[in-house]
């Protein structure tokens, strides 16, 4: 049954080995730009197929913390951008095993705050974790992902770093949603 957050799916494009080789040696930050040359380039043509265009990549690192710990520097309960939709992101993730993503949705009325990204990119969160209700959650290693909607991760176990493909569509330039972005990968599957 399909469900309207995660799509998780199996490819065998070159992609980074581990979180040591995505930062280079140098130190962890919490967010920061990727350079796409860290992927076989063959992903972005096969992506292209069906004009979907990367327009940014970035990286998100997480120590291991317990999955009580709802808000740290690690991260929040959040969507992302300025607003709640369905924007779409491709993720990767290296290490935490075990990590899940986990969507929320409010039980009333929406109730937000605006915040920046260190990388100043826009996110909101909710007012308070009383608002909102758990909605869905999953594990993966590489899933199209409905970033729109509130969503943290949990990995309590090992440290986790996930690379993120911001996508768009190569025509129109628009932010491409999450239901046509995942009938998109599934044509573009058929042709792996
Ligand atoms: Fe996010």
Known sequence: MNNNFCFPFDHNFKIPNSIAE???GKPYPVHTS?????FDRKIFD?????????SWCETHYKPALPTSIKISKYGTIHADG???????K???VFGGNGSQMVWYKFKGDLNVQTHSTSLQTPYVRPQSITDIEEVYRCS???????VG???SVENPNEERACIQFILRDSITQ????????????ERLLLLL
């Open 46 to 54: 096969w992506l292209r197929l069906e004009n979907i265009e990367v």
């Open 149 to 151: 909607q509130l969503h």
């Open 22 to 24: 995505i930062y280079a």
């Open 82 to 88: 300025g607003e709640i939709d369905n924007k779409t």
């Open 174 to 185: 628009e932010r491409i949603e999450f239901v046509d972005a995942r009938a998109r990968i």
């Open 140 to 146: 993966f290693k590489t899933a199209l992902c409905n």
């Open 90 to 92: 491709i993720n990767f």
């Open 34 to 38: 990727v350079d796409k040359q860290l």
